[in-house]
T-cell receptor, first 111, second 114 residues
Framework: EDKVVQSPLSLVVHEGDTVTLNCSYE??????LLWYKQEKKAPTFLFML????IEKKSGRLSSILDKKELFSILNITATQTGDSAIYLC???????????FGAGTILRVKS | GAVVSQHPSRVICKSGTSVKIECRSLDFQATTMFWYRQFPKQSLMLMAT?????????EQGVEKDKFLINHASLTLSTLTVTSAHPEDSSFYICSARRPAGGYTFGSGTRLTVV
């Protein structure tokens, strides 16, 4: 059975800290790994990763995928209170066209 | 581009009644849409995959007769929660796969059954 495991489940940091969120997966026929940020409503897209070792960056956020170790990390530098959210990792299967989500990491950034 | 509109955003209904939630792809055709359920501070749980013109595929443990899915056109999928009970209260989110890849989510529906 396909599985996506995120860690930690929750995290509290102070503004300015750097955080690393982890996502490991076991999926048959891997197509891509996606990171989403969810505040109050729908998840908003952050990154889609398909190739190992290529870092994707967007402002203070970056992410990288290791297809050999079946692992991805999401880094947030110089955290701000607006980064407080649930961060979801999902893996897309090659066939079936669906996403398998991890449990999410609840991040709280204190001012 | 690739916007998914979900309606209503919030609904309160009485126990035993049915509630319909709509999910529309506004600027693209979605042959497949997905329905998720999310409990507070938890992740999204896939309930079913909605296929245009054919029967939905339900995940294990999801009651087909309870959560009716209809995908009658390339831009509209509906989820009807039948004979709702308080334990059905949850946040329901739809998503669609974009033609260029990736997924877009609706804004979600907060269902409260009283």
């Amino acid at each position: 059975e396909d599985k996506v495991v995120q860690s930690p489940l929750s995290l509290v940091v102070h503004e300015g800290d750097t955080v690393t969120l982890n996502c490991s997966y076991e999926v048959t026929n891997f197509r891509s790994l996606l990171w989403y940020k969810q505040e109050k409503k729908a998840p908003t897209f952050l990154f889609m990763l398909t190739s190992s070792g290529i870092e994707k960056k967007s402002g203070r956020l970056s992410s990288i995928l290791d297809k050999k170790e079946l692992f991805s990390i999401l880094n947030i530098t110089a955290t701000q209170t607006g980064d407080s959210a649930i961060y979801l990792c999902a893996v897309e299967e090659e066939y079936g066209n669906k996403l398998v989500f991890g449990a999410g990491t609840i991040l709280r950034v204190k001012s | 581009g690739a916007v998914v509109s979900q309606h209503p955003s919030r609904v309160i209904c009485k126990s035993g009644t049915s509630v319909k939630i709509e999910c529309r792809s506004l600027d693209f055709q979605a042959t497949t849409m997905f329905w998720y359920r999310q409990f507070p501070k938890q992740s999204l749980m896939l309930m079913a995959t909605s296929n245009e013109g054919s029967k939905a595929t339900y995940e294990q443990g999801v009651e087909k007769d309870k959560f009716l899915i209809n995908h009658a056109s390339l831009t509209l999928s509906t989820l009807t929660v039948t004979s709702a009970h308080p334990e059905d209260s949850s946040f329901y989110i739809c998503s669609a796969r974009r033609p260029a890849g990736g997924y877009t989510f609706g804004s979600g529906t907060r269902l409260t059954v009283v």
